[in-house]
């Protein structure tokens, strides 16, 4: 069997190779999409992400968030040798910074963030993806760790997790790890994929 190492490699080599129109027309779909939910419609706490190595760009999906008077969030990584994501409000305009994987991220205040319990809807970027709800990252684990605790629920499943991809980033089945957070839906350019089976 094809190695996790060997999918990443072989996916975000595609995923390059799309040009910077095509990547922002599939972004635009994308949004669209996604913007076409009662989960969006009906989240007020909303995380996104900004893109990065080629991942689709949600500047589209974040300026209707904000038209609506949703609360937009962006992934802040701790402190050093903290291995959780916290989430941190984010308007047009506010002051970003680089973190120490080169990922641009607010300036806020760790007092000032929320932890991912807060959230209504957390949209994660991946590297792929399978129509089970299986997500490979970037191997550094932080989404998996901040999200662990919804392995133990059962009934309140706040936030709900909706992975973010290009349809070229599907994989026919991708190898689990039992730390895995499982998806509740992705979302392509091309389609919902509706993983629970909840009301999209």
């Given at each position: 069997?094809?190695?996790?190492?060997?999918?990443r490699?072989?996916?975000r080599?595609k995923?390059?190779?799309?040009?910077?129109?095509?990547?922002?027309?599939a972004?635009?779909?994308?949004a669209?999409?996604?913007?076409?939910?009662h989960l969006?419609r009906?989240?007020?706490?909303?995380?996104?992400?900004?893109?990065?190595?080629?991942?689709?760009?949600?500047?589209?999906?974040?300026?209707?968030a904000?038209?609506?008077?949703?609360?937009?969030?962006?992934?802040?990584?701790?402190m050093?040798?903290?291995?959780?994501?916290?989430?941190?409000?984010?308007?047009?305009?506010?002051?970003?910074?680089?973190?120490?994987?080169?990922?641009n991220?607010?300036i806020?205040?760790?007092?000032e963030?929320?932890?991912s319990y807060?959230?209504?809807?957390?949209?994660?970027?991946?590297?792929?993806?399978?129509?089970?709800?299986?997500?490979?990252?970037?191997?550094?684990?932080?989404?998996?760790?901040?999200l662990?605790?919804l392995?133990?629920?059962?009934?309140?499943?706040?936030?709900?997790?909706?992975?973010?991809a290009?349809?070229?980033?599907?994989?026919?089945?991708?190898?689990?790890?039992?730390?895995?957070?499982?998806l509740?839906?992705?979302?392509?350019?091309?389609?919902?994929?509706?993983?629970r089976?909840?009301?999209?």
């Amino acid at each position: 069997m094809i190695s996790r190492a060997e999918i990443r490699t072989q996916i975000r080599f595609k995923r390059r190779q799309l040009n910077e129109a095509e990547r922002q027309h599939a972004s635009r779909a994308i949004a669209a999409n996604l913007a076409n939910t009662h989960l969006f419609r009906n989240s007020r706490r909303i995380a996104g992400f900004l893109s990065n190595d080629g991942e689709p760009d949600l500047t589209a999906l974040m300026q209707l968030a904000w038209r609506r008077k949703k609360h937009w969030h962006l992934p802040v990584i701790g402190m050093p040798n903290v291995n959780h994501l916290w989430f941190a409000p984010y308007a047009e305009d506010d002051a970003l910074a680089i973190n120490r994987f080169g990922i641009n991220e607010p300036i806020t205040p760790l007092h000032e963030t929320t932890r991912s319990y807060g959230l209504d809807l957390v949209l994660m970027p991946l590297v792929a993806f399978d129509i089970h709800g299986n997500r490979l990252g970037m191997c550094k684990g932080y989404y998996d760790r901040t999200l662990e605790f919804l392995h133990r629920r059962r009934h309140w499943r706040k936030p709900r997790l909706v992975g973010i991809a290009f349809e070229l980033q599907k994989f026919e089945q991708l190898p689990q790890q039992p730390w895995d957070v499982p998806l509740d839906a992705i979302v392509t350019e091309a389609t919902v994929y509706n993983v629970r089976r909840f009301t999209l």
